[in-house]
């Protein structure tokens, strides 16, 4: 079974307008953490916030935040304000158990495009 | 900040020759990840190394294998490429040993390889 979902291939946004991506995610840890990335055209990938499963508030990073819904098992993430260089590609990911040595599995991305 | 560094950028072979990638962590990061990113695809997980040694293993096929030195660097080597093998190689680094779970993991800028 997939991971980690992402059901918007693609998003449009107007610039200065609020957009959410939707992740889904699907483990049986009680410990796990979640992980938004951005990939720009140029390939980088840029660590955007974190959200750990204990974690009793929702995170904050500037204008993203991850409304985390554990009973739903999703981890969307809410940018405010878009911004033109917002425009790129968005992976959702998890990493499960303790500390020690986990990798990160990732969604299928969505590619966000903001409109002037 | 210091960032991972990965080097080269971009490396051009044809089939059947070896590749050498290399993954300079962030200083005091004790933990190193590789994952191959395909054309369009996301993220998959090939292998990571704690302490020097590995930590575990994902999707790596036989013909690659990798290690971390004394300096913390990593070096991914691939050998009899093939035309599948063309893709972006991350490298990504943590700090495991401070138990917690949060444990971002930071990318490098990746190796863009592609096999003739």
């Known amino acids: 079974a997939q991971k980690i979902t992402q059901t918007q291939p693609g998003m449009f946004v107007q610039e200065k307008e609020a957009v959410t991506l939707d992740c889904t995610y699907d483990t049986s840890d009680p410990s796990y953490g979640l992980f938004w990335y951005k990939q720009p055209s140029s390939g980088e990938m840029i660590f955007l916030i974190y959200?750990?499963?204990?974690?009793?508030q929702n995170a904050t990073e500037g204008r993203y935040s991850l409304n985390f819904q554990k009973a739903r098992k999703s981890a969307n993430l809410v940018i405010s304000a878009s911004q033109l260089g917002d425009s790129a590609m968005y992976f959702c990911a998890m990493r499960e158990g303790t500390p020690g040595a986990n990798n990160l599995f990732f969604g299928t991305g969505t590619r966000l495009t903001v409109i002037p | 900040a210091a960032g991972v560094i990965q080097s080269p950028r971009h490396l051009i072979k044809e089939k059947r020759e070896t590749a050498t990638l290399k993954c300079y962590p962030i200083p005091r990061h004790d933990t190193v990840y590789w994952y191959q990113q395909g054309p369009g695809q996301d993220p998959q997980f090939l292998i990571s190394f704690y302490e020097k040694m590995q930590s575990d293993k994902g999707s790596i096929p036989d013909r690659f294998s990798a290690q971390q030195f004394s300096d913390y660097h990593s070096e991914l080597n691939m050998s009899s490429l093939e035309l599948g093998d063309s893709a972006l190689y991350f490298c990504?680094?943590?700090?495991?040993?401070?138990?917690?779970?949060?444990?971002?993991?930071?990318f490098g800028a990746g190796t863009r390889l592609s096999v003739l």
């Open positions: 959200q750990g499963s204990y974690d009793q």
């Open positions: 990504a680094s943590s700090r495991e040993s401070s138990g917690v779970a949060k444990n971002i993991q930071y």
